[in-house]
């Protein structure tokens, strides 16, 4: 619906990285038995992905299956399929133990790009940020300074982070401080 | 006088001339000068006051082992006490205060403490003085001892530190702390097999001493191999070096923190200035050199008096002699290199004396070469006291300082041997081995700090595991370094052969006291730590008073506390005790090594944490109108909720009075989007609720609601909130506040631990949803009209949609999910909105509410009118020792259910003793309000003669609407005595008259909120 608007009206700054909120996302919590046959179905056919291995995400033509703990899965689809995507889990599931929520109101988007990326979020999560270890299909539940949050790199280089709503402003003042101009720890960049 | 010299000096640069004051004169030196070095160059021996008798006190060393030149650094916003002079890069501007003096640094009163009553100041002192009379401590010796004792200043509490902070978290297979020659090597052999390795050192440039004390490593001199390793070093990406980064602590699994000091040598020149690295190295090699010891003889603390090498360090690095005319006291070889290094920079070398009848070995002999009067078994009696070494005492080593020859000289050099800096290898319980040869404790690679699986996760390197001569150091940091590789999951390399030239040294001998039978006035003016103005007398007191343990001798004297933590004065001290004690050194052991290494900053602890991101703060997504339409906000957990909405020129008393009566005559809004929405669902869902409400939950019938209690497994009231049956196998529950997270972890962890093959997931979903209350008698004219609007919606009459019902539907054309549900006692609806169209929601509501008299209101006003209903809060009528027994809730507690979550607890005897105070109304006789959280008192008096407490206020208010102090409490038998008036004495004198009545003033019915 057009009264939808994301936390930040999706604010940007440019420092050592590129921080930018990037609006609603459509997401869905997914909680299960992670092995059945049927719930692997329900994930391919509501994203078009397979069910990930422990912390990591896999991308499908219609989205993407993050791992979240291992019987929880964060299903990313467009905003607005997201109710017609939860009625058909909830098809697909029919008689199979499980629960999906629709959980993208609840959620703040953001993507971190550029050369001191990886710096960036090393300064604020607890996460080894080195290429060999944090590479594109990586998934990270972690925690950003004093906020829960999750995140993960995709093919072009760029980190999409999530996290809840009502932290948003924290969220973004905070990655903005990490990248300022002048705090380069010349590590990974 | 101390002076720069003509040529030394490898690590300035005499073009770039620098500009700096001390205690307000303007002073110069150069770029690559320490303001330690930069103050001698400027005959600025006289850096401060003594902790306690107020001596003039000058450099005793050129590194983080410093104990006296601390200074008050920077101005304004950036000044900050203690800093040391020898670990603080000159930059221009630079201002530094001397501290610990009054009113002068030249002219101290203080001072008279050390003539006239160092005496009466012994080990021990203020416990034995300033015991009686009791209150004197308070109010006449404490203010006392504040003035004359203390480092630094604290900084002006109404400013801000200037500078920024952060952390950065960083993960590799090799830490190797220390960029000295053994680091260097340790990382270089690391680093060849493959590991990612991290090199920090704390200093500017690389390299430690090893230059400034010369010798060749695979044919180059020191400083070219350093240049070159770490030139190849660098060029590797598996290796990332850090200067100005001091290893600070190591901690469980393989966690250290360093500290990066980014900016202090040129301030504000943008950016953070200090970083805190975190980091998860799988081995840590500790590459951190050794401390040289103090000689104990009296006046050695005279300025002038200085470790051998740190004057060494002040010639070779930075061209600059502590004086002219200088004596060198040592007991082992090491000290010769001064003598030579000061001969070779023109200074005059005046004596050598050597503790050691049999003198020293190749270096002795260099130095005699050239011309320098060696004196073997001899010692320093005595140097004059003053603000400089003038004199100089000269006695037998073994003997009682008698038969002295006084030469005159303006500077000391002295050397008591060397002790690894073994700081790091014990603060995760790295044990020590006593080295006779050496008298040092070194660590004992047998018994390492170990990790999780119980293997060692650090290894020493070079001087920092016992060892002094070069070529030891490199074979001992090349078999580290290959260790820690290997450790790390490496493969196994066999460490390469460093070459190295040396000179051959005669062993050390251990000198504890000069002269060794030092009579006790030598003795009373005989330093261990500067510090703290530690004497030999004073522990050899401690240890006659019965101090045998070292820590205890340690709190006794103040031996080795304060911000140098005794890197100069453990091991003298601890020798005198157990010399004392007639124990061996090894049995009375050392006092333990706490992080960090040396002091960090508050700032680089708490990171970016200042000002905006100093703590999350949780915004509903209503806050922005909230904030722009009068919103006084109340923390609640990390949330911020509006207390009350003011309007211009309104108090808040006024403002929550008005949304009072306009929620109860009108209509209000309420932002309630922070209520807890737990969704939980599964085939044993019903089962679960059943176990974790007090009340039935599994009966609920699809598109109803209930209003459950929680209790803890103690049968404590817990939390609260209305649960709605949304479908065969799916509730949602609505918690508090500030329950929403803590009672969805109380749920996971019975599924997860107890109930572990029950089948229910929980979600918690409280940000999806905005909820916005709509309260008030013109609640349900506002909602049809928005669905007017909208050409439809959902049917929201008292038939469609009764109370306690929910029903999903659209009003105003959102997607709406509506609870009838009220915590005022009005009609009452509880509409939830996707969190991201809560705003236009609200704004909707507030646009049509016009007419029907909308105002929102805020949590003050929820609070009173759900006390006028005699609904409980979570919070106030509970503590966390209450029952639902206790609020009169017996009705909410099922008896038909077998089992549930504080059921059995609430069956014990004192759960269920009639004498609980339990929960009734409360109405001043005066119509006033009764204080919050005021007892009322009985009959008689408690064991402490204080009157017997027979109930307290758990939530007191103004009520607008019925114009009277309202209140609810908990009552020793209160239900039994409705109509009797209790004393509420009052912490402002005043007795408060309150009579017992039922806890329901409004509408006692409930016919308000069904209609």
Redesign the interface.
Same mark, same amino acid.
């Given at each position: 619906m057009s009264n939808a608007v994301s936390a930040l009206g999706g604010a940007s700054f440019a420092g050592l990285a590129k921080v930018e909120e990037t609006g609603l996302g459509g997401m869905i919590t997914l909680r299960g038995d992670l092995a059945s046959a049927k719930v692997q179905a329900a994930v391919k056919a509501a994203t078009g992905a397979a069910v990930p291995d422990t912390r990591r995400i896999v991308f499908g033509d219609a989205g993407a299956a993050a791992w979240m703990s291992p019987d929880e899965l964060l299903l990313l689809v467009e905003y607005e399929r997201v109710d017609a995507v939860v009625a058909k889990l909830g098809e697909d599931l029919a008689g199979e133990h499980h629960m999906a929520v629709n959980v993208s109101d609840a959620r703040a988007c953001f993507a971190v790009s550029g050369e001191a990326a990886r710096e960036v979020i090393a300064k604020v999560a607890p996460v080894d940020l080195d290429d060999g270890q944090f590479e594109a299909g990586t998934f990270r539940r972690t925690r950003f300074a004093q906020i829960a949050g999750a995140f993960w790199l995709d093919d072009a280089g760029t980190f999409h982070i999530v996290c809840f709503r009502s932290v948003a402003g924290y969220m973004y003042n905070l990655l903005c401080a990490a990248a300022h101009p002048q705090s380069k720890v010349g590590v990974y960049a | 006088m101390s002076t720069r010299l003509a040529k030394q000096g490898r690590l300035i640069d005499r073009s770039k001339k620098i500009e700096f004051s001390f205690n307000g004169k303007k002073l110069k030196g150069f770029a690559g000068d320490t303001l330690a070095s930069a103050l001698l160059a400027n005959d600025q021996m006289l850096v401060g006051r003594s902790f306690k008798y107020h001596r003039p006190r000058g450099l005793v060393a050129a590194g983080s082992e410093e104990p006296n030149a601390l200074v008050g650094l920077g101005v304004g916003d950036r000044f900050e006490p203690n800093q040391r002079a020898t670990t603080t890069e000159l930059f221009s501007g630079l201002a530094a205060q001397s501290q610990n003096h009054w009113p002068s640094l030249e002219y101290d009163v203080g001072e008279l403490n050390s003539k006239f009553f160092s005496r009466f100041l012994t080990a021990g002192f203020y416990y034995k003085m300033f015991i009686h009379p009791r209150p004197f401590w308070k109010h006449v010796y404490e203010p006392f001892i504040r003035q004359s004792a203390g480092l630094g200043k604290a900084p002006d509490k109404e400013l801000k530190d200037a500078d920024?902070y952060?952390?950065?978290?960083?993960?590799c297979d090799v830490l190797v702390i220390g960029g000295g020659v053994a680091g260097l090597q340790a990382a270089k052999t690391a680093a060849a097999s493959g590991a990612?390795v991290l090199v920090l050192e704390e200093k500017c440039n690389w390299g430690g001493r090893t230059p400034v004390d010369g010798g060749t490593i695979e044919g180059l001199e020191a400083d070219a191999w350093v240049a070159k390793t770490v030139a190849e070093l660098d060029a590797m990406d598996n290796v990332?070096l850090r200067t100005r980064t001091m290893g600070a602590g190591v901690y469980d699994h393989g966690y250290i923190l360093g500290y990066e000091r980014l900016t202090d040598h040129a301030p504000g020149?943008?950016?953070?200035r200090h970083?805190l690295w975190?980091i998860?190295a799988t081995q840590t090699v500790t590459a951190t050199g050794a401390i040289e010891r103090p000689l104990s003889f009296a006046g050695n603390d005279v300025p002038g008096v200085m470790l051998a090498a740190s004057m060494r360090d002040y010639v070779v690095n930075w061209g600059v002699t502590p004086g002219q005319k200088v004596v060198v006291a040592t007991n082992n070889d090491d000290a010769y290199r001064t003598a030579i290094s000061l001969h070779e920079a023109g200074v005059e070398v005046v004596r050598v004396l050597d503790t050691r009848e049999s003198g020293g070995g190749d270096l002795a002999d260099k130095v005699r070469a050239l011309g320098i009067r060696v004196e073997c078994g001899r010692a320093i009696a005595k140097v004059k006291d003053g603000k400089r070494v003038t004199k100089v005492a000269i006695c037998a080593q073994n003997g009682e300082g008698g038969a002295r020859e006084e030469i005159e000289a303006d500077a000391v050099a002295m050397s008591g041997g060397w002790s690894p800096v073994v700081h790091l290898w014990s603060h995760c319980g790295g044990k020590l081995t006593w080295d006779d040869a050496q008298a040092h404790f070194r660590p004992d690679p047998e018994r390492a700090p170990t990790g999780h699986d119980g293997k060692p996760f650090v290894v020493t390197a070079g001087c920092a595991s016992g060892p002094l001569g070069l070529s030891e150091v490199m074979q001992d940091a090349a078999a580290a370094g290959a260790r820690a590789a290997e450790a790390a999951g490496r493969p196994a390399t066999k460490p390469a052969e460093v070459a190295t030239s040396e000179l051959v040294e005669a062993p050390m001998e251990a000198v504890w006291l000069m002269p060794a039978k030092a009579d006790i006035k030598l003795r009373m003016k005989t330093w261990l730590d500067y510090q703290n103005d530690v004497k030999v007398s004073d522990v050899q007191l401690a240890a006659r008073e019965g101090y045998e343990s070292v820590e205890h001798t340690k709190r006794y004297t103040t031996l080795g506390m304060a911000t140098d933590q005794g890197k100069l004065s453990n091991i003298n001290g601890l020798a005198i005790l157990a010399d004392t004690l007639g124990a061996e050194i090894p049995q009375v052991g050392t006092t333990t090594f706490r992080p960090p290494y040396h002091p960090i900053s508050m700032g680089a602890i708490g *990171?970016? &944490?200042r000002g905006?991101?100093f703590?999350? !703060?949780?915004?509903?997504?209503i806050y922005d109108w909230h904030d722009s339409n009068g919103a006084h906000w109340e923390p609640v957990g990390?949330?911020r909720r509006p207390y009350a909405y003011l309007r211009s020129g309104e108090s808040i008393h006024d403002a929550v009075n008005r949304e009072v009566k306009n929620t109860r005559d009108n209509l209000g809004l309420l932002d309630a989007s922070t209520l807890g929405k737990l969704?939980v669902?599964?085939?044993d869902a019903g089962k679960f609720l059943d176990m974790l409400y007090t009340n039935m939950m599994s009966t609920l019938k699809i598109g109803k609601c209930r209003y459950g209690l929680m209790c803890s497994e103690n049968g404590f009231l817990d939390d609260d909130g209305v649960v709605a049956r949304i479908d065969e196998d799916t509730w949602l529950c609505h918690t508090t506040t500030g329950g929403a997270d803590r009672i969805h972890a109380h749920m996971e962890e019975w599924l997860q631990t107890e109930w572990w093959d029950w089948?229910v997931?929980v979600?918690n &979903?409280?940000?999806? !949803?905005a909820q916005v209350a709509v309260v008030g008698p013109n609640a349900r004219k506002v909602l049809e009209k928005l669905n007017a609007q909208a050409g439809g919606g959902m049917d929201l009459s008292k038939e469609a949609l009764a109370f306690m019902e929910w029903k999903d539907g659209e009003i105003g *054309?959102?997607?709406a999910r509506a609870y009838r549900i009220s915590f005022s006692g009005e009609l009452s609806y509880e509409i939830a909105v &996707? &969190?991201?169209?809560g705003?236009?929601?609200w704004n909707a509501l507030v646009e049509a509410g016009k007419e029907f008299g909308v105002m929102p209101y805020g949590t003050e006003c929820l609070h009173i009118l759900r006390a006028e209903k005699g609904f409980i809060m979570i919070g106030d009528e509970t503590d966390g020792t209450v029952i639902p027994q206790d609020l009169g809730l017996h009705w909410a507690l099922s008896k038909k259910k077998e089992d549930y979550l504080g059921k059995r607890a609430q069956a014990r005897s004192h759960m269920a003793d009639p004498d609980r105070w339990q929960l009734v109304g409360l109405e001043t006789v005066d119509g006033s309000v009764l204080p919050d959280g005021a007892y009322a008192v009985g009959n008689g008096t408690n064991a402490n003669g204080q009157k017997n407490t027979i109930g307290r206020v758990t939530s007191t208010y103004y009520s607008a609407t019925v114009d009277r102090g309202i209140a609810m409490g908990l009552v020793k038998h209160g239900p039994k005595r409705m109509g009797e008036v209790l004393d509420f004495p009052g912490t402002d004198g005043k007795i408060y008259k309150a009579k017992i009545v039922e806890p329901i003033f409004y509408d006692k019915d409930g016919e308000k909120q069904n209609v």
């Open positions: - | 920024t952060e952390h950065f978290y960083y993960f990612k990332t020149q943008g950016g953070p970083r975190r998860r *990171g970016e &944490a905006d991101i703590q999350p !703060l949780r915004k509903t997504p990390h949330w969704i669902k599964g085939p089948k997931y979600t &979903a409280t940000e999806q !949803l *054309g959102f997607t &996707a &969190a991201s169209e705003q236009a929601f």
